[in-house]
């Protein structure tokens, strides 16, 4: 059963980049897309992106132009980059595991524990 | 892009009683696209449903989710104390490849 660690730093600055990096344990790291998705405070889900094994990605179009989702097979790790960050960034930022949708039915599960991340000057 | 729209916002219901949810989308969704999720108080979202009806591993068999199309509906059957949460739908767009969530309904005692 796939179980997910997450860590990454929780307080950055207006402007600073937000890197994340996610664990994956206990299964195949091939067959399935890792995504990243947010929370900001109170409020609901907004997803940020995925990518596969081989390095294919997808990100969400508004936050395309700042978003980079890297992997490491070796140590089966995915990252999130997010650029020039603002208090709009604040949210609790989760990775997870979604099936490959173009083979199955879509669905996001399981995911790691999330992480806090407070922007502010 | 394809909205989702929940409602209600909140939804205040009795242990025992029968919850009905709704999620409705700005355009037709594959039903093997469409799944709920449960989030308590400082936790991670939970799969409770994929596929429009299916259950996730786990999930008791008072959850059930219905529908088709644009509309889509989450059920419990009778409501246990543990089942006060946010429930969120969520669907898969191709074009581009995209995954959004509806707004969330508030299940309050």
């Known amino acids: 059963q796939v179980q997910l660690q997450q860590w990454g730093a929780g307080l950055l600055k207006p402007s600073e980049t937000l890197s994340l990096t996610c664990a994956v344990y206990?299964?195949?790291?091939?067959?399935?897309?890792w995504n990243w998705i947010r929370q900001p405070p109170g409020k609901g889900l907004e997803w940020i992106g995925e990518?596969?094994?081989?390095?294919?990605?997808n990100y969400n179009p508004s936050l395309k132009s700042r978003v980079t989702i890297s992997v490491d097979t070796s140590k089966n790790q995915f990252s999130l980059e997010l650029s020039s960050v603002t208090a709009a960034d604040t949210a609790v930022y989760y990775c997870?595991?979604?099936?490959?949708?173009?083979?199955?039915?879509?669905?996001?599960?399981?995911w790691g524990q999330g992480t806090r991340v407070t922007v502010s000057s | 892009e394809i909205v989702l729209t929940q409602s209600p916002g909140t939804l205040s219901l009795s242990p025992g009683e029968r919850a009905t949810l709704s999620c409705r989308a700005s355009?037709?969704?594959?039903?093997?696209?469409l799944a709920w999720y449960q989030q308590k108080p400082g936790q991670a979202p939970r799969l409770l449903i994929y596929?429009?009806?299916s259950r996730a591993t786990g999930i008791p068999d008072r959850f059930s989710g219905s529908g088709s199309g644009t509309d889509f509906t989450l059920t419990i059957s009778r409501l246990e104390p543990e089942d006060f949460a946010v429930y969120y739908c969520?669907?898969?767009?191709?074009?581009?490849?995209?995954?959004?969530f509806g707004q969330g309904t508030k299940l309050e005692i």
């Open positions: 997870a595991t979604a099936s490959d949708c173009s083979t199955s039915t879509c669905y996001v599960s399981p």
């Open positions: 206990g299964g195949s790291f091939s067959g399935y897309y």
């Open positions: 990518i596969n094994h081989r390095g294919g990605t």
């Open positions: 355009q037709s969704v594959r039903s093997s696209y």
């Open positions: 596929g429009a009806s």
């Open positions: 969520q669907q898969y767009g191709t074009s581009p490849p995209v995954y959004t």
